[in-house]
């Protein structure tokens, strides 16, 4: 049986299950948020890794050379020298459907027979016998007759609204070309996801990519141990110079790191929501000690010892919280479905093409929400059973005993939460750490040094208002600011977590505009050119346009200067890298603003090509990430194998978080044979007529160039769009906390409508209306709306200064210009007022409809 | 007021609640007139329905039969809201457990009446000061309730209850939470003051010593209101 003294627990907190529902509903927020961008996190990552199982197989290393791939006599040499372990020609590019914004395929042309030894795709298992499972899809390829043939999943061909037999247009990195819809491919298996998969013929694929003679890779499949090894070293051994053999695994990891430091400020984010959750779990169950008071006296007095009073307490924080992380739990799933499409297109915009088509609800990832709700519940609870069970039974009894003691902790909480503070923000500013978990450490002291200060602070605040007020005037606002003091353990919490939230929007709401200020101001120097040129009509990313294209915009009326770009992404020994070369007149270096390295020195050995170890320009996070200095050497693969540069120069970029190099056109077409261009700028000469030239090269585009013909103002709007399009996910998690802080207000003040009952009642009994009740109790709301913007704004300063100044350094080594919005400060305060108001809204609304009568009740 | 109108009058007033054996009856038929400046003791076992004859009269609740009048307002007939501004004007509380608002200073108690009649500026702030020299706490204003002793407390919701100068005083056990000699102390500056202002009152009490201080007992038995004696002169 349960003991009695728990059973009249939990009958309180059924008696007040408005508010049990509210603190409730903010744990199931909290978890909820904590699980749902955990779930949109791993769902990508899952995503990525079964799009990249169903390209790599059963293979485990491949060979490459440059971003043209290999000449396939490669293999064939390969084959015919005896290679004993199973190989296949690949060939593998991004594709985009013409007229289908956002539908892409990675696009894979595979040898019929060799495939048999990979299991790629589900085409058949592993090692299967070529003539046994001839039939099947593999078969298909091998029996190609036609030109163009390919094979999209059931999911695509849905998608797209295509049978077999139809044809698709597609955008190709160089180009259009077509293609006819073959069949459809197997199931996707749990594993593997083939729904973002095109399937092609190896010579088809050629053909269509105008590769005639080339592959992109060669599959290897080793054994696992010593005979993988020595077969690998066999292999390397035979390959011509200029290839390298690199392990499947490391290429997925490349592309997962990739993410990591986008993913890791979701987490935290979303871990600012649980933190603001568990203010309103601490907020009830104090509330519920407090009420219970006059009960928990009685029950120490008739023999219920601290222990038993401590345990019952934690049993119904363990409730609360199973309540709510199972809610939570139901809430961040279909949360996350909504969230997963905005990380999607991030991942997209900023760093590769991936189709997440379903969510990946591991059972891990449920159990560290559940294990997070309920920890953290206890943990919240903790200190209320403290108090609970410490207080001797004449002092239980007593109901003001709280208040007081809180009065006396507020200078003390003050004190060491401005110590806190004190420590804190300087260390976090100028500690040399590179690792970002010290700094999220630090954020939250931040945040918690911010909660410690809010009780001197309303009190103050209060105390300075009822002392402007003129004696004897403005009752309301008086009782108002006073009972805001009086019952400070709650409406101090309240304060807090409101204060948590605003102080958390303002903080990346300043982090942001301080980003976007600098990315803005970076655009603006950087687009130096009047208009610029690309690959058009959806092309994939690396998409080019041919070189034949410079000299014809060169010659058209009123064209200064053509500049070609030409960008591909490079291999390193540590993972890929963005290079873009380009001739660097002087036009083009006064859009560049070097950090490190001599500008006259760094361009004249950029411009060197005759130079023995040829010069690049880092960018800032390449350097930040790599470590890199002026003078120091890179190795990347070129066509002719592994080759240093040395860095020159650092230059501030904003536009990789992963890192790029500039290099000098001819230094890069030495090294690798990639023809065309992936962006034109154009410089006009004075007095040429912009719009006509729009209309001029527009004009060039033909079915198989289409062009993308952009000035400099609507490459700013855009590249300004995917900014913001980046901090959507940010906007809704900021909206989220902010509505788990309103949870938490509104729940205090229900608190405080429970506890005032009495106080009302005599208003009404006195002749207030309900209307002046609800005023009274509205103005109260407004004054700690008030307090938490006022504090909000300092707080969210100095997250924001440590978000600009340590966490994009750390996490994207960027620089970024501190820049103080002061419409946002003032958004804040607004918004602070109108958050409280709304929280109050009921509890005022049920605060005015207390029965007189109540005031004639005895205790 | 029309003179000749008695301040309380209750004709035929009936009030009760469902109760699982079916309808109990707090309030059966009970009529009542008070005449203005009388002072009516109620008494009665606990639960008799003394509470909810307050509530009536008050116009905090609305009995299911009959009328209540209060200075020749039917009060049954108004609104919620016309009986809170009826309140407001015309009667004054006082509590068994004092009920200040703890918010507030003592003067900023006794000012809330009449900042809630559009009552202020000076002539308020002499209301104030002479009412507490009236109930010996001259000084007291800028304190705060909770420093205050229990007697003390109650004297000062005694100020707030006459400050406005209503014409009904509603004075519910007001000794109730004190002790003998500080009940006695602040039930004789009661009786003083509603006499010395011309209030009629009507005073609920189990203390056959304070019953004693009004012009006329009455007793709540079964729902009726009976005259038990008559009060010492």
Known sequence: MIPLHIQAGWRHLIRHRWLTLLSVVGIALGVGVVIAVDLASTSARLALKTSMAAVVGAATHQILAGPEGLPETVYRDLRLGGARVPLAPVIEATVSVADRPGHSFRLLGVDGTAEFAFGRGQMGPAGGDPDADGAGLLGAIRGVTQPGQAWISAQAAAALKVTPGDRLVLRLPLGQGTVTVAGVLPDSGTDRDLSGLMLMDIAAAQELLAMPGRISRIDVRLPEGAAGEAALATLQARLPPGLRVET????????????????????????????????????????????????????????????????????????????????????????????????????NDIYYTLQISQLALSPWGLTKGVLLGLSGSVLAALPAAWEAAR?????????????????????????????????????????????????????????????LVVPALTVGLMALLTRVLPAGRALLLRMAARGVVRSLSRTGLAIAALTVALSTAVGVGTMIHSFRDSVSTWLERTLSAQIYVSPGGGAPRGARLPDSLLPTLAALPGMAEVVGIRAASIDTPDGPV????????????????????????????????????????????????????????????????????????????????????????????????????????????????????????????????????????????????????????????RLLTLIVSLVGVTSALMALQLERTRECAVLRALGMTPGQVRRWVTLQTA?????????????????????????????????????????????????????????GAYPAWRMGRTPPALALRED | ????????????????????????????????????????????????????????????????????????????????????????????????????????????NLRLPLQLLGRGGAAADRAVTELLEAVDLAGYGPRFPDTLSGGEQQRVAVARALIHEPDLILADEPTGNLDPATGNRVAEMLDRLVRQFGKTLILVTHSPDLARHADRILRLQDGRLVAEAPAAA
């Open chain 1, 578 to 733: 963005g290079v873009s070369a380009a001739t660097f007149r002087p036009s083009l270096r006064g859009a560049l603003q070097l950090l490190g390295g001599d500008p006259a020195r760094a361009f004249a050995a950029l411009a060197d090509a005759a130079r023995e170890v040829p010069a690049v320009l880092a960018s800032e996070p390449l350097a930040w990430h790599r470590q890199l200095k002026v003078g120091d050497r890179l190795q990347l693969a070129t066509d002719r194998g592994w080759r240093a540069f040395e860095v020159v120069g650092i230059y501030q970029d904003f536009g990789s978080d992963q890192g790029h190099l500039l290099m000098d056109e001819r230094v890069f077409l030495q090294h690798w044979q990639r023809p065309g261009v992936t962006g034109i700028g154009l410089y006009l000469a004075p007095g040429a007529d912009e719009s006509a030239l729009v209309s001029q090269i527009q004009a060039l585009a033909t079915p198989d160039m289409p062009l993308s013909v952009m000035r400099t103002a609507g490459i700013l709007a855009f590249s300004l769009q995917i900014f913001d399009r980046t901090f959507a996910v940010t906007g809704v998690l």
């Open chain 1, 783 to 839: 004054l700690m709306g008030t307090v938490a913007g006022l504090l909000a704004v300092p707080v969210g300063l100095a997250l924001a200064a440590v978000l600009t100044g340590a966490v994009n350094q750390r996490a994207f080594g960027w620089t970024i210009a501190f820049k103080v919005a002061p419409e946002l400060l003032l958004q804040a305060l607004v918004l602070a007022v109108l958050a409280a108001l709304i929280a």
């Open chain 1, 248 to 347: 499947t695994g490391s290429r997925v990891r490349a592309m997962e790191g990739m993410t990591r430091a986008f993913e890791f400020n979701l987490m935290a984010m979303s871990l600012l929501a649980l933190v603001v959750g568990l203010y309103l779990i601490y907020n009830t169950l104090s509330f519920a000690v407090v009420q219970r008071r006059p009960l928990l006296g009685v029950l120490r007095t008739v023999g219920v010892t601290r222990a038993q009073v401590f345990r019952a307490i934690l049993v119904e924080a363990l409730l609360l919280g199973a309540a709510g992380t199972l809610l939570g739990l139901l809430l961040g799933t279909a949360l996350a479905q909504f969230l997963v499409g905005l990380v999607g297109r991030t991942i």
């Open chain 2, 1 to 108: 007021m029309n003179g000749a109108e008695p301040m309380v009058r209750l004709v035929g007033v009936r009030h009760g609640y469902a109760e699982p054996g079916g309808w109990h009856a707090v309030l059966d038929d009970a009529t009542l007139t008070i005449p203005a400046g009388e002072a009516v003791a109620l008494v009665g076992r606990s639960g008799s329905g003394k509470s909810t004859l307050l509530n009536l009269i008050s116009g905090i609740d609305r009995p299911q039969a009959g009328t209540v009048t209060i200075g020749g307002v039917d009060i049954t007939a108004l609104s919620e809201r016309e009986r809170t501004l009826l309140r407001r004007r015309r009667i004054g509380f006082v509590f068994q457990f004092f009920n200040l608002l703890p918010t507030l200073t003592v003067a900023e």
């Open chain 1, 391 to 451: 207080t001797p039974p004449r002092r239980v009894l007593n109901r003001s005993d709280l208040e007081a003691r809180m009065r006396r902790l507020v200078p003390r909480l003050a004190a060491f939460g401005l110590l806190l503070a004190a420590v804190v923000l300087p260390a976090l500013l100028v500690w040399p750490s590179r690792s970002l978990l010290p700094v999220y450490a630090g954020l939250v002291a931040l945040v918690l040094a911010a909660s």
